[in-house]
Each structure stands twice: as C-alpha cells, then as structure tokens.
C-alpha cells in the first residue's frame, strides 16, 4: 500500500466517525437530559459498568467524571457476576455500557445492576437488548457502520459511546457550576496541577540580592555578579525603588569616565515590575512573558521578600 492510499484509507476512517458522531448529536433528546439529572440527583456515586472494549471506554469516562467533580467507579462485568456486585449501593446511579446491549455477561447482568441500584441509565447501540429492556433511561449509541474496514472492530462504537461520555461530564459541570478552582483540587501534581495552583512563593530564588540607594559601584557589582540573576534590587529602607542589571552596569560603564561618586540611585532602573508572593505561579509567567523581562520582584505585603526567575517557571512547566 503506497503512502496516498495509507492516507486516504485514514481520512475516510475519520470521515466514517464524523458522520456517526453528527448522527449522534441529531438524535440527542429528553432522554439525555434524563440521564443527566438522574446522575447529578443520585444520593451516592456513579457506578459505570462494561466489558471488552467498552470497559475501556468506561473507565475513561469514569477518570474524566472524578477529575469533573462528580464521583463515579468502573466495575467489570465479569467480575461484577462473580463478587464484585457490592460495590453497588442503593444510593448508587449505574451507567451500563454495551454495544450490543445482549452480550452474556451484561445481559445476565442487568436485572442486578437494576436492583441493587437507585436508577439504570443504559449507553447501548441496540434498543431491542435487554440492557435496554431494564434500562430506566437508555441513551442510544447506534452506528450505521465501523469504520473499521471489515466492519467488525469497534472504531466508530466506542467513539460515539466516548462523545456521550464527554457530553455527561460537560454538562454535569455545567450545571454544577464546577469552576476553574475546582479542577484544579484535583488536578494537585504535574504540569496541569502546578498551572492551577502553585503560587510564587514555591518557585523563589535561593538568592535575595540587595543594595541601598547609596551604594558605590563596588557594591554594586559585587551584588549583580554575586547573583545568577543577573541583577539587584535597590532599596530605601523597606521600600523598594528600583533594579539595577547587568546590563545597566554595561550601559553605564560605557557612558562615564567617571564612576567613583556614582550610587545605585544614580544608575537603577525605577517602577520595576513587581508580584505578590501568594500570586499564582502562572499569573507571574504572564507578566514575564507580556513584558519580556527575566525576573520579577517578589513582594509580602509591599516588602521586598526575593526574585522570580522566568527560567525557573520553564522548567516547572509554568506556562502562564
């Protein structure tokens, strides 16, 4: 197979997915939203049930509902028959999925799951099986065909039944008024977490480099060179007036004969951009990158209390 038919063959497996995805969303109707309130209703969690290939599907949709903020756990249908059917409560919403809604296992299943639990919402292709026959809600995933080319492995099945998964997560959040604030409670470690949550105090620099406004050029020097940086800040007091850079130190240098009654007052830069230690990591990356600068000074309540570096962020995946 040459590279113009490897192609082709992938664009109409795409297409084949599009369509039944369109076909999916036309269909959608009070049945969805029945769905949608009966989980969002349930006095305990979600329990989401499948086998083969949409077992896979399903404990993804389970992964994307927790990280939502509504609690949900997978159980196989093969071990659900042999033990694990206690996890259900009568509290409990089950969400079964099954393309053909008649595969053994499910369909000795389902007057279990319809027991044990407060409502059956069934994800089924099939609307004659009995998972749809015990279903309280049945939410049709029914494809005209796989895009699979022998049309027998499930491609476009498990997309539809994927799509609807989104769609309940979606529009759980929605009307749970779930926010920004509350993905990022459990979203803690990683790049993703950091962005959410990490604050600047967590990504400070070890050093603190500071002169006054009368320091000499010795002082001066000593500092900016002493720090990675690249630079210091200039204080009056408690309050902070201004920065000084290794590059201020060139410019200078390079316009004076005369440096021995210079002070840093004479040479620093004013009004420096400044964060406060609380700030979250991502909004200082934000101002680094709108401004092109390397550092920031941080604050605690309008004191100096160090620097922020840009190079620091990169590497901790702060993408502002």
Known sequence: M???????LAKESISIEISELEHLKNRLNEDFVKAVELIR???????????GK??????????????????????????AIHGDLGVIQKTDVVLCISNSGNSPEIANLVPYLKSYSSALIGMTGNLSSKLAEFSDVVLNTHVEKEACPIKLAPTSSTTVQMALGDALAVCLMEINGFQ???FAKFHPGGALGK?????????????????????GIRDIIIS?????????????????????????????????????????????????K????NSLAK????ILKDKNIGQLIVTDHGKYFGIIDIHRLLDEGIVG
Do not use: C, W, Y
Not at 43 to 51: A, P, T, Y
């Open 274 to 277: 400044i964060i406060d230690k």
């Open 283 to 286: 909004e200082a990356m934000h």
């Open 180 to 182: 920004e604030n509350d």
């Open 54 to 79: 949409s077992a896979h599907v399903g404990n993804k949709i389970v992964a994307t509902l927790n990280s939502t903020g509504t609690p949900s756990q997978f159980l196989h249908a093969s071990e």
């Open 41 to 51: 209703s349930a006095q305990g969690k979600l329990i989401v049930v499948g086998i």
């Open 224 to 272: 900016v060179s002493g720090s990675t940086h690249g630079i210091t800040v200039v204080t009056d007091g408690e309050k902070i007036t201004g920065v000084i850079t290794d590059g201020d130190l060139r410019r200078m240098l390079m316009s004076k004969t005369d440096i021995s009654g210079i002070t840093a007052k004479d040479i620093m830069s004013q009004n420096p």
């Open 195 to 215: 962005n959410l949550t990490a604050t600047v105090e967590q990504f400070l620099s070890s050093q603190k480099p500071q002169v006054s406004e009368g320091a």
């Open 2 to 8: 040459n590279q113009s038919a490897i192609l082709q």
